[in-house]
């Protein structure tokens, strides 16, 4: 008996037809789902069990792979395009949670549909468009922001933007440092980048929301507390502003240097360890001693109970 041909299962998500092709048999096919080893992802695409991600993000982005597979002009975009940039997210929850999104050029002719994997129709400049580590297309950081911030109130806007500013800096030098963030020239090229990726929507909002996108800003929540101050009217601060003390120079997430007031946004990320609240314990008690008073709040404050946030902190201004 003649021994059966050896084929291998693919490692990226291939239609049927590229399996045929391969050397399957639709009887091997068959079997091979039905033993586990083969994964199907959408009707006609499939992947081998052992490269399907374990991580919804991971099975988020090879569904959008699947999609692309059946449709050769399909970009990965939105929810999907973020989860490749590793944009944050304005919530508690990741961008994993929506839909898979794919947009196609307007003069593909293909309409637009939900469900499964979205199909968005838009117009789709080569210079929105490169690709991921793995080679599939996805707009890029910019366009990806851009795509995500209509219907987004001010705060949530933000957190998109001041992320992909965040990433456009560190694309545009090698080695990133926190100097880098902080340098106008640099975050006005970001800013610029952004603008020219908005020119392909109607928004009479993004202009001024981008002008406000700012590098400096290390994470969500910092975000989200910029947003809802400048809302509420309060003073603007200084971001990452650097404060000299006898132990050394440190750079507050918000400082309103009229008031002395330093605003703090505490996170699990910024104590890691009971070192890291030594530290911070040490660090505050400096710029107190050098004339500064403290305000503290934590993310999942602000992004639950921002009204409160905004209040502690006018009450501190005011004081």
């Known amino acids: 008996m003649p021994n059966a041909t050896p084929v291998l299962l693919p490692a990226r998500p291939a239609t ?35 490269a399907w991600p374990e991580t919804e993000a991971g099975r988020h982005i090879v569904t959008a792979w699947a999609e692309q597979t059946m449709y050769d002009e399909a970009v990965m975009s939105h929810a999907t395009a973020a989860l490749v940039w590793r944009l944050p997210h304005p919530s508690l929850t990741d961008w994993s949670a929506d839909e898979p999104t794919v947009t196609m050029p307007s003069e593909s002719g293909v309409k637009s549909r939900q469900g499964g994997v979205v199909h968005r129709v838009a117009p789709l400049p080569p210079h929105h468009v490169t690709r991921d580590e793995s080679g599939y297309a996805v707009t890029t950081v910019a366009r990806t922001a851009v795509d995500l911030v209509p219907g987004l109130a001010l705060p949530e806007a933000l957190v998109v933007l001041d992320g992909a500013a965040r990433r456009l800096v560190e694309s545009m030098v090698v080695g990133v440092r926190r100097r880098d963030y902080a340098n106008p020239q640099l975050g006005a090229a970001a800013r610029s980048t952004l603008e020219d990726a908005a020119l392909v929507r109607r928004s009479a909002t993004i202009g001024a929301r981008i002008a406000m996108a700012d590098p400096r800003r290390e994470s969500a929540a910092e975000s989200l507390s910029f947003g809802h101050f400048e809302l509420a009217g309060l003073p603007r601060p200084l971001l990452q502003h650097p404060i000299s003390t006898p132990i050394g120079t440190f750079f507050p997430d918000f400082y309103w240097p009229e008031q002395r007031v330093i605003g703090e946004c505490d996170g699990a990320v910024k104590y890691q360890s009971p070192q890291d609240l030594v530290k911070e314990k040490v660090r505050e008690d400096a710029l ?22 905004v209040g502690r902190v006018a009450r501190r201004l005011a004081a």
Do not use: C, K
């Open 16 to 50: 049927r037809a590229m399996l045929l092709g391969s050397g399957f048999s639709p009887q091997m096919i068959r079997t091979q789902l039905a033993a586990g080893r083969l994964v199907r992802v959408r009707r006609g695409v499939f992947i081998a069990a052992s």
């Open 288 to 309: 107190r001693e050098v004339g500064n008073r403290f305000v503290r709040w934590t993310g999942r404050e602000i992004m639950l109970e921002p009204d409160g946030v």
